[in-house]
Nanobody
Framework: QVQLVESGGGLVQAGGSLRLPCGVS????????MGWFRQAPGKEREIVAA???????NYADSVKGRFTISRDNAQNTVYLQMNSLKPEDTGVYYC?????????????????WGKGTLVTVSS
């Protein structure tokens, strides 16, 4: 059974940084695409960043240039490095594992979700 556990959330001032790790309990971790989503209060969940098994990445326009997604296959862990944080980045961040579309260069399906970690950015 695939399990995902996010951590690293917390309170940070605008302009600060956080790094969110997501551990995956799967020996075949390197075969899967990974993504980070977030959900602000009263809003729908949205994709933030995704990475394929071959390290192709994509990002939401709102975080381009500020966030970086990476993976460490040896440790079965995906990371989201968040820099220059803004109050509008506040929300619950979810790690996800799913399918990658090579033509679209995007995560197009989610099979498993983590339980989320709360990120709060103060103004």
């Amino acid at each position: 059974q695939v399990q995902l556990v996010e951590s690293g959330g917390g309170l940070v001032q605008a302009g600060g940084s956080l790094r969110l790790p997501c551990g995956v309990s799967r020996r075949t971790f390197s075969r899967y695409a990974m993504g980070w989503f977030r959900q602000a209060p009263g809003k729908e969940r949205e994709i933030v960043a995704a990475i394929s098994w071959s390290d192709v990445t994509n990002y939401a326009d709102s975080v381009k240039g500020r966030f970086t997604i990476s993976r460490d296959n040896a440790q079965n862990t995906v990371y989201l490095q968040m820099n220059s944080l803004k109050p509008e980045d506040t929300g619950v961040y979810y790690c996800a594992i799913g399918s990658w579309d090579n033509w679209l260069a995007a995560l197009v399906g989610v099979a498993y979700w983590g339980k989320g970690t709360l990120v709060t950015v103060s103004s």
